[in-house]
T-cell receptor
Framework: NAGVMQNPRHLVRRRGQEARLRCSPMKGHSHVYWYRQLPEEGLKFMVYLQKENIIDESGMPKERFSAEFPKEGPSILRIQQVVRGDSAAYFC????????????FGPGTRLLVL | AQSVTQLGSHVSVSEGALVLLRCNYSSSVPPYLFWYVQYPNQGLQLLLKYTTGATLVKGINGFEAEFKKSETSFHLTKPSAHMSDAAEYFCAVSAADSWGKLQFGAGTQVVVTP
């Protein structure tokens, strides 16, 4: 059973470009969480999604960031018009049913904005 | 609201010595508590978790943690450190009435010396 897949593993963008980060949850998991890890900091919750629904986006910046988890395909975290402060590691985690279920983390996407 | 404080951003232990990583939390509702480990350039792996029941929780790789409600603590221990324990460790809390989103501490980097 493959684990949580994230791609790309590394992404370099220039200021003003768009970044698209993909997350494929573990087989049978329909709940996805996105976290951001800034340098020298712990992970911060961004958004929680179920298939076709955003459940909790309280950690998402109000502008430029969006997330989706379509019925088919991976979950996408999209950052428009990236700025240097967006440089971070972005982790996706999946679980079978949310709540108390263990979250399984992917290897992360490391975004560098030049 | 929840928060997590990890005392000590860096800990150095000798191989074979006790590993003790401190975590204190605050939560307005019964918390669920987790310890994750992160190896360089990898995602997070669950070491152990406390939800309900026995307050001494055993995890993988010889780690254990004890939930002490009166002290609002969830310290992680391992009797004898191994070189392979060198990694970053994160304590996290999730509120019982939340959707499972995790609030992480800032992390503790563990160095194991021969």
């Amino acid at each position: 059973n493959a684990g949580v897949m994230q791609n790309p593993r590394h992404l370099v963008r220039r200021r003003g470009q768009e970044a698209r980060l993909r997350c494929s949850p573990m087989k049978g998991h329909s709940h996805v969480y996105w976290y951001r890890q800034l340098p020298e900091e712990g992970l911060k919750f961004m958004v929680y999604l179920q298939k076709e629904n955003i459940i909790d986006e309280s950690g998402m910046p109000k502008e430029r960031f969006s997330a989706e988890f379509p019925k088919e395909g991976p979950s996408i975290l999209r950052i428009q018009q990236v700025v240097r402060g967006d440089s971070a590691a972005y982790f996706c985690a999946s679980s079978p049913s949310g709540r108390l279920e263990t979250q399984y983390f992917g290897p992360g996407t490391r975004l560098l904005v030049l | 609201a929840q928060s997590v404080t990890q005392l000590g951003s860096h800990v150095s232990v000798s191989e074979g010595a006790l590993v003790l990583l401190r975590c204190n939390y605050s939560s307005s509702v019964p918390p669920y508590l987790f310890w994750y480990v992160q190896y360089p350039n990898q995602g997070l792996q669950l070491l152990l978790k406390y939800t309900t029941g026995a307050t001494l929780v055993k995890g993988i790789n010889g780690f254990e943690a004890e939930f002490k409600k009166s002290e609002t603590s969830f310290h992680l221990t391992k009797p004898s450190a191994h070189m392979s324990d060198a990694a970053e460790y994160f304590c996290a809390v999730s509120a019982a009435d939340s959707w499972g989103k995790l609030q992480f501490g800032a992390g503790t980097q563990v160095v194991v010396t021969p």
